[in-house]
DNA sequence: ACTACTATTAGTACCTAGTCTTAATATCAC
DNA sequence: GTGATATTAAGACTAGGTACTAATAGTAGT
């Protein structure tokens, strides 16, 4: 029941992450030690208290969620364009764009990049994307600037689907491919 | 700068909104009130106390974190099984499976019925996924029940590869279809 | 057994960001 | 001015701590 302190804190430590919505009352009942051993834990190890723990907590989702809303405008920066034709953008995956715990870009970011570019292409008053077939083939990093390259691969000519085919790179190498299948209004 | 209590309090509850992480001392003095008024307003509106707020935002990222992670088994029951032909399986959502937001069940817990299903469905030691073409069709809310269908396409005499077509659905109604390519060891 | 040292427990004062309650003013409508 | 509503203030209490001091327990070395 009452292990030595090495063992104590190794537990502590496991079971702070596992569940770190924990007092530290609970915490001295769980290892049959006084409250004040486990302050003298947390200390040693640094581990902030109860309140810091949700807030780190709550931070990252706030920070993450906020970011990572504003999806509505085009996603890169277009720098050569040929209607109905192709089109190369470009894309820098920064802070908001990635995951703050690793860094790794979102895969709606790439999406969207591609499907911006796509929906661009069309030479019409409306375009809409009405299937998607996306790969993607190696994680994006935070940094790193993506370039996307879009063709248009065949155009329907009674319904006027457009199909798009977009490959993302990161330097050389394929990050991403996504095919597209656009409807369009003449309209 | 001083507004009346209805302007203010809508005022308040948009900034709460905007950052929840505000304690009712800063709250007072950006709309020059005393800090009882702001603590009268928020019973009046029924908004928590900081602490809540913030255990609130943490509590939701938490449990979706935690709980999103135990996706190392099979997913979903299987009901029927002819091996390198067809299976069946169902997979009902629950709260642990869906967003705690708007109750939409996550994606890849679609993915994964389909995925374990193909690769339940290989007559071999081993099966892995090579490549997946999905495309989620409608999105599952939680409480309804997945049917997934699994029919092997086409086998390669020569590779083994086996590719194998994923149909799911919520009562009648289509809501992923996926395409599978599956690379199979035969040892 | 005595000393040295670490580990544990206890107790006090203080902090933040509140709650809950009572009471005194201020402001406004009529 | 009289009420009604709005605002401010003051006091007691809470959770979940920090920071600090001090006492006690247990263990190892000599």
Redesign the pocket.
């Known amino acids: 029941m009452r292990r030595?302190?090495k063992e104590?804190q190794a537990l502590l430590v496991a079971t702070i992450k596992e569940t770190p919505f924990i007092?530290?009352?609970d915490l001295a009942e769980k290892f049959?030690?006084?409250v004040?051993?486990i302050?003298?834990?947390?200390?040693e190890l640094s581990i902030?208290?109860?309140?810091e723990r949700i807030k780190n907590v709550a931070e990252k989702t706030f920070d993450d969620e906020v970011k990572s809303l504003p999806l509505d405008e085009v996603i890169g920066e277009i720098i050569d364009m040929e209607l109905d034709h192709s089109a190369i953008s470009i894309f820098e995956v920064k802070e908001e764009h990635a995951f703050k715990r690793n860094g790794i870009a979102r895969g709606h970011y790439l999406f969207a990049q591609a499907n911006s570019l796509a929906v661009a292409l069309i030479n019409d008053d409306f375009a809409l994307t009405a299937k998607a077939n996306i790969h993607f083939t190696r994680s994006v990093k935070l940094g790193e600037r993506i370039i996307a390259k879009a063709k248009v691969v065949n155009i329907n000519t009674e319904t006027g689907r457009t199909f798009v085919e977009v490959k993302s790179f990161v330097n050389a190498e394929l990050v991403f491919v996504g095919e597209f299948e656009m409807y369009r209004a003449k309209k």
């Not at 302050?39 to 200390?43: I, Q």
């Not at 902030?48 to 309140?51: A, C, K």
Request: glycine share 0%; net charge positive; no cysteine.
């Open positions: 030595n302190k104590r007092t530290d009352e049959s030690v006084s004040q051993t302050r003298l834990d947390r200390l902030p208290e109860l309140r």
